[in-house]
């Protein structure tokens, strides 16, 4: 059995699917994107935004997103992530860093209004969001979780669909491996950024395998299901 020999409802509904998951690769790609750079639009993932949010602390990772529009220039934001990478003192904050704050965010996160729940008026409310590294562990178990049984079941259907096509076994196995490993890969090296922030880079190769590899394995059923056998029924 293969694809090009399935009746016309299945190669349908395969078909759909097939769209489907194509469309679900670019909107993933665009949620990643704002999620990396959420002051800037969908730029392409960086390290640099894939270590602040796996790896930095919260005040490290909003002073390089949200927070670096309120900055007056880059002394300021070079003080503040000084600050951050040398372990948050709090006597170098009243010196260097309180000033700054003030002028420039406790209009939004002060005594009066403190939107988002996080006040930034002294050292005490500030040192929780210098100290913790990464994403919380709870948000990141969740983060897991979902990833776990989506990226699960969808490998699961695109390489049953692909293991149906007349391509090269070696071709198949190749593919299913790599996009199981590429997966697994990535969602270990979210854990492992909290220990170091060079795993960033595991992060965003393990990242950009699986999206190649599922689009090749997406492009390729897709051609052997409608395109291929119009081109031997023509011969």
């Known amino acids: 059995m293969n694809l090009a020999a399935l ?21 993933s790609e665009i949620l990643v994107h704002s999620d990396l750079h959420p002051e800037r639009g969908c730029p392409l993932p960086n390290l640099t935004m894939i270590k602040a949010k796996y790896s930095y602390s919260p005040l490290y990772r909003a002073v ?45 996160h002060g005594k009066n209004i403190c939107r988002g729940d996080v006040s930034l008026r002294n050292w005490g409310d500030l040192a929780p969001l210098v100290i913790n590294r990464g994403l919380p562990v709870a948000k990141l178990i969740r983060q897991t979780h979902y990833h776990i049984f989506g990226f699960g079941i969808l490998i699961l259907g695109l390489t049953l669909i692909f293991n149906l096509t007349r391509y090269s076994n070696r071709a198949k196995i190749w593919l299913t ?27 965003l190769i393990s990242g950009l395998t699986l999206m190649l590899t599922i689009t090749i394995i997406v492009v390729l059923s897709f051609l052997d299901l409608w395109v291929l056998k119009q081109v031997t029924s023509a011969e």
Not at 78 to 107: M, V
Not at 178 to 201: D, M, P, Q
Request: charged share 15%; net charge positive; aromatic share 8%.
């Open 177 to 203: 491996v790599i996009a199981y490993t590429a997966a697994l890969v990535n969602i270990l090296g979210w854990w492992a950024a909290k220990l170091s922030h060079t795993v960033a880079v595991v992060i």
């Open 7 to 27: 009746p016309l409802p299945i190669k349908l509904s395969v078909t759909f699917f097939i769209v489907l998951t194509a469309c679900g690769l670019v909107v």
């Open 64 to 108: 390089l997103t949200t927070m670096r529009k309120h900055l007056e220039n880059k002394l300021e934001l070079k003080a503040i992530i000084d600050w951050c990478q040398s372990g948050g003192d709090r006597t170098e904050f009243y010196e260097k860093i309180a000033p700054i704050l003030n002028q420039r965010c406790l209009h939004c």
